[in-house]
């Protein structure tokens, strides 16, 4: 499968942990973008890559949260001192600026919830 | 700042229904228009698009056509599947493409055989 690739799927951890997710884009994208989703909402915008430089990022995204990625390939976003309000799904999507704009292609997301 | 505004769900069709999910958006400038979908279990993916004012974009069977007057996006089916149901999300992005999406809160839509 070539598609967007998240891992993990699924976490759950304890207020004050620290948490990291990865995100594999499709292969030659590359625009890389993080969503958060809360139940009953749509994808809010965080943070998003051209290649390797972070080009945007979203007022929701608190100092406790930092997003990297190093060579343009795959991206992490590291959630520090985590609270129950950043309980969500995580969403990660890649395109290709030439393909057309606004054609995102996502992953099935990350789901963290935060005790 | 820009936003998009849906028509609340969940929406419960009988199969062969015709379908309308009513989309508005608020923007500066011009923007280009979306619909995504999400289908259970799986990740958001492109519906149909339209980039400027009475242009339509179709796939699937579904329909919106872009309407600057009365800055609405709104998607129709005329005759729904079971294969349907799933939650469905406007959203638009300035016409340059370098503002990132902005999504509406999505409608689901459950299609009962």
């Known amino acids: 499968d070539t598609g967007v690739s998240q891992n993990p799927r699924h976490k759950i951890t304890k207020r004050g942990q620290n948490v990291t997710f990865r995100c594999d884009p499709i292969?030659?994208?590359?625009?890389l973008y993080w969503y958060r989703q809360t139940l009953g909402q749509g994808p809010e915008f965080l943070t998003y890559?051209?290649?390797?430089?972070?080009?945007?990022k979203s007022r929701l995204l608190s100092d406790r949260f930092s997003a990297e990625r190093p060579k343009g390939s795959f991206s992490t976003l590291e959630i520090q001192r985590t609270e129950q309000g950043d309980s969500a799904m995580y969403l990660c999507?890649?395109?290709?600026?030439?393909?057309?704009?606004?054609?995102?292609?996502f992953g099935e997301g990350s789901r963290l919830t935060v005790l | 700042g820009d936003s998009v505004t849906q028509m609340e769900g969940p929406v419960t069709l009988s199969e062969e229904a015709f379908l309308t999910i009513n989309c508005t958006y608020t923007?500066?400038?011009?923007?280009?228009l979306f619909w995504y979908v999400q289908y259970p279990g799986e990740g958001l993916q492109l519906l149909l698009k339209?980039?400027?004012?009475?242009d339509k974009g179709s796939n699937k069977g579904f329909e919106a056509t872009y309407r600057k007057e009365t800055t609405s996006f709104h998607l129709e089916k005329g005759s729904v599947q079971v294969s349907d149901s799933a939650v469905y999300f406007c959203?638009?992005?300035?016409?340059?493409?370098?503002?990132?999406?902005?999504f509406g809160k999505g409608t689901r839509l459950s299609v009962i055989a």
């Open positions: 999507a890649s395109s290709l600026t030439a393909l057309g704009l606004g054609e995102l292609f």
């Open positions: 292969s030659e994208h590359n625009r």
């Open positions: 890559f051209q290649n390797e430089a972070q080009l945007e």
């Open positions: 923007a500066t400038g011009y923007p280009s």
């Open positions: 339209a980039t400027k004012a009475d």
């Open positions: 959203a638009l992005n300035t016409v340059d493409g370098n503002t990132p999406l902005v």
